[in-house]
């Protein structure tokens, strides 16, 4: 089910108080509108009507799409100690809850970066694996490695024979695009499960890059 409020928001830019819609939960099944909105940026997202100021809500939100078999706990905060406590506290709730006997073959997510969650809501939506697509970003992002520290890549899109990511560098303020044949992604994907990955979920997982870089580890494969 989903889930909002309505709130009265104080502009951080112009100062202006005008009303938002709030969701803390969405269920992509019964609110196909609100995953269009949600893949678009704009849920959560305050607009001030007067100076058209754009702000990320504080706002905690749980997605599910049981089509996908996907549920994502998003919790928007930049400080890694709270992020932390948060994921422990997550996987200790769901324990004692016992609700992860009734989400056998799920992906779980959490995740605390806006841009992150949009990324992964497309990742699935193409069909693709989260885990396989963060290698293949490690891959992209080591052919430059005095770079890749300012460097964030995401992915872009699926055209079929391809997939588009976009490479953001901060010092030199560009943003590129590399493109992987669709081959080498299905070939990366075969290796890992291979190698024991599973493309389901036990517990509540952060794929990230320093997830894809325990993986690589921990496998010890020869990409
Ligand atoms: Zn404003």
């Not at 709270?82 to 006997?101: A, N, T, V």
């Not at 030199?172 to 075969?190: A, G, R």
Request: charged share 25%.
């Amino acid at each position: 089910m989903s889930i909002n409020r309505k709130l009265s928001v104080r502009c951080p830019k112009c100062g202006a108080v005008s009303d938002i819609t709030v969701w803390s939960s969405i269920t992509a099944d019964d609110s196909p509108d609100l995953k269009k909105d949600l893949l678009s940026g704009r849920i959560n997202m305050f607009r001030c009507p007067d100076c058209e100021a754009v702000a990320l809500m504080p706002e905690p939100m749980l997605y599910s799409d049981s089509v996908k078999k996907l549920m994502i706990s998003f919790y928007p905060t930049n400080d890694p100690v709270q992020k932390q406590e948060r994921y422990e506290q997550i996987i200790r709730s769901s324990k004692e809850s016992g609700e992860l006997k009734a989400l056998d073959g799920w992906n779980l997510r959490f995740l605390t970066d806006h841009n992150e969650l949009l990324e992964k809501l497309l990742i699935f939506e193409n069909g693709l694996n989260d885990k396989a697509i963060e290698v293949i970003k490690l891959m992209i992002l080591s052919q430059d490695p005095d770079k890749s520290e300012s460097r964030i890549c995401r992915f872009g899109k699926d055209d079929g024979n391809a997939l588009e990511f976009m490479i953001h560098d901060f010092i030199e303020n560009m943003i590129y695009t590399s493109s992987v044949p669709k081959d080498s992604y299905e070939q990366v994907y075969t290796s890992l499960i291979q190698s024991g990955m599973k493309p389901y979920s036990f517990d509540w997982e952060m794929v990230d890059a320093s997830y894809a870089t325990r993986l690589l580890n921990g496998f010890n494969n020869n990409f």
